[in-house]
């Protein structure tokens, strides 16, 4: 079936690295863009970033613009967040989306990965 | 930069009642607004896009409405299952990136 597998969290000081993977099957992953939308505990859901479907726009949240990339590896179904000087207000489960097809939920996201949750903390 | 709104922020009902939740933008975006439901320790699921479709596999229950700047969900009968927090949603083809509202928490009064 159709699904995202997020993984990659975990918790890491103020700072350093971390590096988000999302595991795409059950649909043509190079055919759609991709997103990560984060959710900080207890709060709403963020925008964080979008790759196009080749790989070749990308565009960020300014909270996380010269710090964060989002790349994708079509041709083994995977979507990245490489997070880099790390803050403790990165704090939160950050989510996989895919967005809709051209003729149905264009502009909306249709399908969501479970989540990965990052902590950053001293 | 279009900002979204959602009243109220909690919204108490009981089973069976009927549930309006709103949605603002702070300029025209047509019809391109989506609706999201989710639940405590579990990922946001499509409920209604383009304003007023529903998402497959998503009740009759569940309607949307609305365009330009002002937008509502309606639940006409709640189920138990419904009580949950609700975002709305806009993105655009550029800039590509994507606008959540605040959200409505729905509780069991």
């Known amino acids: 079936q159709v699904q995202l597998v997020e993984s990659g969290g975990g918790v890491v000081q103020p700072g350093r690295s971390l590096r988000l993977s999302c595991a795409a099957s059950?649909?043509?992953?190079?055919?759609?863009?991709m997103h990560w939308v984060r959710q900080a505990p207890g709060k709403g859901l963020e925008w964080v970033a979008v790759?196009?479907?080749?790989?070749?726009?990308?565009y960020y949240a300014d909270s996380v613009k010269g710090r964060f990339t989002i790349s994708r590896g079509n041709s083994e179904n995977t979507l990245y967040l490489q997070m880099n000087s790390l803050r403790t207000e990165d704090t939160a489960e950050y989510y996989c989306?895919?967005?809709?097809?051209?003729?149905?939920?264009?502009?909306?996201?249709?399908?969501w990965g479970q989540g990965t949750m990052v902590t950053v903390s001293s | 930069e279009i900002v979204l709104t959602q009243s109220p922020a909690t919204l108490s009902l009981s089973p069976g009642e009927r549930a309006t939740l709103s949605c603002g933008a702070t300029?025209?975006?047509?019809?391109?607004l989506a609706w999201y439901q989710q639940k405590p320790g579990q990922a946001p699921r499509l409920l209604i896009y383009?304003?007023?479709t529903r998402a497959t596999g998503i009740p009759a229950r569940f309607s949307g409405s609305g365009s330009g700047t002002d937008f509502t969900l309606t639940i006409s009968s709640l189920e138990p299952e419904d009580f949950a927090a609700y975002y709305c949603?806009?993105?655009?083809?550029?800039?590509?990136?994507?606008?959540f509202g605040p959200g409505t928490k729905m509780d069991i009064k």
């Open positions: 300029q025209n975006v047509g019809t391109s």
């Open positions: 383009d304003s007023s």
């Open positions: 989306t895919k967005e809709g097809a051209a003729t149905k939920a264009r502009y909306a996201f249709d399908i």
């Open positions: 790759v196009s479907s080749d790989g070749g726009t990308t």
């Open positions: 059950g649909f043509t992953f190079s055919n759609y863009g």
């Open positions: 949603q806009h993105r655009t083809e550029w800039p590509p990136g994507a606008t």
